[in-house]
């Protein structure tokens, strides 16, 4: 297996990019930019199934117009999230995520940050008081500090 990069510009000339991933055995293209780019990829990508190679053409947006949509609000998001999570030490932290049968979401977020002590989802059961609760857990193991997502 051969490992490596290839940095570069191309303009207008994707037939090139194909042919040149054809010779040198690239199996996965990474292409920046903008709606031209973008374009061009998928000319890639067409011609690549054409031609039934095993390539991966992956698009990764890029503008200097700073113009792609709801970046700003997904960074605005995940910078609550971080100002929330820091700020609520020793105690539990409940957070809701969308979706009716979507707990994979929050199951994967939860293994992810692993800090998450226990993750209840739509599509698996539970009871949280009781002898075998979730409450009842979470004070026998937690006594003073947990989350649950």
Known sequence: MVFGCLLGEN??????LWLEAEERGINMLFLIGGNGTH???NAIHDECRKRKMK???VGVPKTIDND???MKEAQRAINSAYIE???ACHCIGIVKLMGRKSGF????ASLASGQVDICLIPEV???LHGPHGVLKHLFLVHATNFMVC
């Open 125 to 127: 059961p539970f009871n």
């Open 105 to 108: 979401i929050a199951m994967q």
């Open 85 to 87: 999570a820091q700020s």
């Open 68 to 70: 792609i949509f709801h």
């Open 39 to 41: 374009a061009g990829a």
């Open 55 to 57: 390539v991966a053409v």
């Open 11 to 16: 303009c207008n000339h994707s037939r090139d």
